[in-house]
């Protein structure tokens, strides 16, 4: 049979060879339903070798339902065991842009690989073997009580390490505590309108409805949420995304407050707060009410999105539901990080990287005024962006679609709401993951735009 | 106000540490609701310290949300800043027994630590700045191309790496198919009955009802399906769990031809086809129906669990909806893994544990028939468990029972029933994690309990 003989390959043995080119030739449709093979012995001939191999060839295609063998009529492609189409070539990752000035991205540059390659060979040799198993629900104690010695010390939360829940990172955390107010009957959930529409798209995924409430300068307007239909809302107290609000004082008590009197839960999503820069961090609303507020972070913006590694601190009634959904992070990265925490290594690089941001926010800032003089920037005081207010009549999109064809990604503020505003045009700068050499010409790149959008 | 004087830490700024010992009073209950604090200049003549100092302190708090301060009134302990309960030790992880003959684990002795590593730190140096950021859905690329060769070599599968989704496992993968499932409006799937409870539990946390379907020595019992309310079915056909058979080549073209009529999807959980020991392994049933069959495995019983690391690969239609659904794995982890299967080191570990493996089942084999010569053994051609018939009127939770007071961890075969079946009371034994000079004292124990079982 020439399509066997033909496609005969030279690596292994030769029943397995002969295994492969039958199968591969029914999958590219040359041997097609029904066809008859030849018997054992004549192949065997045909080929110039055993009839033990041909069998053995023909028994494993058996097996796996390629062929199917009658006594007395010999050996048939299966029924049903049809041709699939041939493989498309890999694809390619979305281009990245020249200049990087959307939010979402930390320094990657600064990402400290000589210390989390120490860190993962301290953990990879530290480790037991039950270390080596099936990770224990909720992550490992180690890590737990790393977290929960961090998130007291610098984030003036009040945190029972078995009230921790290591997470993939932020997302994968509300998800879960979304997914648990979800199967605990809750329908919606109060999110602040402009906001992070990813994290939005995230807790939709989960069943959720999200109701939008709006933001000001004193951030998320915890007297609307009296009025919604809701008994649980995610807020980012410590900077709100998009705007760089705080949340004021007297709208964390708000917060807390309606929280206790709808016996309902706050989710803080905590994402940036380690960097800020005029001040010191404001605590987090989790430590004025550990009963009412779950407490999500991660290393996605202190060390890298890539290691997935996050957490969510939960009132003691919720750990349990919220472990059964969030996803499981790999132990020896876990086993990494508590050592990174425990060192103090973790606290040094926090250092190094608010300096370096300080700085690069300061020159941002700087060149803004300079080449965009009537534009106002906002949020400055913290984080990793700010935003920019457009002229009236500038439509954002216009810009932004001008600036990548320069190579540069900014980000429209539209997109973090919940409808477009053409009354408040803007734009999210994220200077995470932009060189500090890079600012001037991204800059003057912008203004550029702005220009044209604005003569267009 | 002695409280905060005595409550005074020694490291940090004074202010800081003024902070803390005022928020501590008030979340141990000292400092209660509404109670005045004293004036910023009293408080500093008190602590022998500058105003500002208690300015700061004050100030931090309020924007805490732990004070409240009116103009003319004072700053007191904003009413709802209540105390809450002191932390709690750390609980201590589940004992490990000390013989462990329970299905689950590999030989977590047998990981190689070495060579990880070195795969690890290759991939710490070769990941790119962009390999930092937001892994890409459905995984690396890199990883992706080197599953789907790895699966198209070994496994007999049809993979092309768009159609790979990277996990943390294969109960991640199942749950995310069923969960895609539940999204198309599936409200069932079929299960093999028995079958791995805790995949059970995992579907149906999802929102799916897991419908059990029986399994005899040719596996699934196929035909059933047509008469079930179900359009999907999750089968083990390399080796059933927990009886061992391997579904027979007229099942698996039942299971397809069903799948096929219903216009419905197969999900073969491929858990430990690796390991087959007296003849080839049998392909998966995804090569022969790769539109009808999502695939998922991981390196949970190759590598070890604590990687969090696997694939589902699916028909293309699925592959979206996947990896929405997907647990987000650890990048440089996937680098590393993806650098273990090109560079053949996953395949020569894969031959050393074979061998290993085959060795240890011998001797289990062997010991069950010398000290358990009435108990029938079957399932014993591949993986890393089998399954031991118990004399009838043995209460299978008794030798548990009894075996565990010695320190020996079994699983009663009911256990992954979804009805337990006093008729035909079993044991499933896991030998992965056994190390090879437990062997005689693991089936002595063993066959003590069951003789003590059968005389109580």
């Known amino acids: 049979m020439q399509v066997i003989q033909s496609n005969l390959g030279s690596d292994g043995p030769l029943h397995a060879r002969i295994a492969t080119a039958v199968r591969e030739s029914i999958r590219s449709g040359r041997l097609t339903e029904g066809t008859l093979l030849p018997p054992t012995r004549d192949l065997a001939a045909d080929l110039g070798c055993s009839r033990w191999a041909v069998t053995q060839a023909y028994d494993q295609l058996v097996a796996e339902g390629y062929l199917e063998s009658k006594v007395g009529s010999g050996t048939r492609v299966r029924h049903g065991a049809a041709a699939t189409g041939a493989a498309t070539p890999g694809a390619v990752r979305a281009a990245v842009p020249r200049l990087d000035l959307s939010p979402g991205l930390p320094d990657l540059r600064a990402f400290p690989r000589a210390a989390w390659a120490r860190a993962s060979r301290a953990a990879l040799g530290a480790a037991s073997l039950q270390d080596l198993g099936y990770p224990p629900a909720g992550g490992h104690p180690r890590l737990r009580a790393a977290v929960a010695g961090y998130l007291t010390r610098v984030r003036g939360a009040v945190v029972d390490p078995e009230q921790v829940t290591i997470t993939t990172g932020i997302r994968d955390g509300v998800a879960a505590v979304a997914g648990a107010l979800v199967a605990a009957g809750h329908r919606r959930l109060a999110v602040e309108d402009p906001g992070w529409a990813r994290l939005r798209a995230r807790i939709a995924g989960t069943g959720m409805v999200p109701v939008p409430v709006g933001v000001d300068a004193s951030g998320m307007l915890t007297d609307a949420l009296a009025g919604q239909p809701v008994r649980a809302a995610l807020v980012t107290p410590a900077h709100q995304f998009p705007t760089g609000a705080v949340l004021a004082p007297h709208r964390r008590a708000a917060a807390v407050d309606w929280a206790v009197a709808v016996d309902g839960l706050l989710i803080e999503d905590d994402y940036d707060a380690e960097f800020r820069y005029d001040r010191r961090p404001v605590g987090t609303l989790q430590g004025l009410a550990p009963d009412r507020v779950a407490l999500a972070g991660s290393v996605s913006k202190t060390l890298a999105p890539a290691l997935r590694l996050g957490w969510v601190v939960t009132p003691p009634a919720w750990t349990e539901p919220v472990r059964a959904l969030a996803g499981e992070a790999a132990l020896l990265d876990q086993l990494a990080l508590a050592d990174f925490l425990d060192s103090g290594g973790y606290a040094r690089h926090l250092r190094l990287l608010r300096r370096g941001y300080r ?57 973090c709401r919940t409808a477009p505003d053409p009354t408040r045009p803007g734009l999210v700068l994220g200077y995470g993951n932009l060189p500090d050499r890079a600012v001037p010409e991204a800059v003057a790149i912008l203004a550029a735009a702005v220009r044209t959008a604005a003569a267009g």
């Open 359 to 415: 700085d690069r926010r300061d020159a941002l800032v700087a060149e803004l005024e300079r080449r965009l003089p009537g534009c106002a920037v906002s949020g400055i005081a913290a984080g990793l962006h700010l935003t920019v207010d457009l002229p009236a009549g500038v439509a954002p999109a216009r810009v932004v679609a001008i600036a990548a064809q320069q190579g540069l990604a900014v980000m429209d503020l539209d997109s």
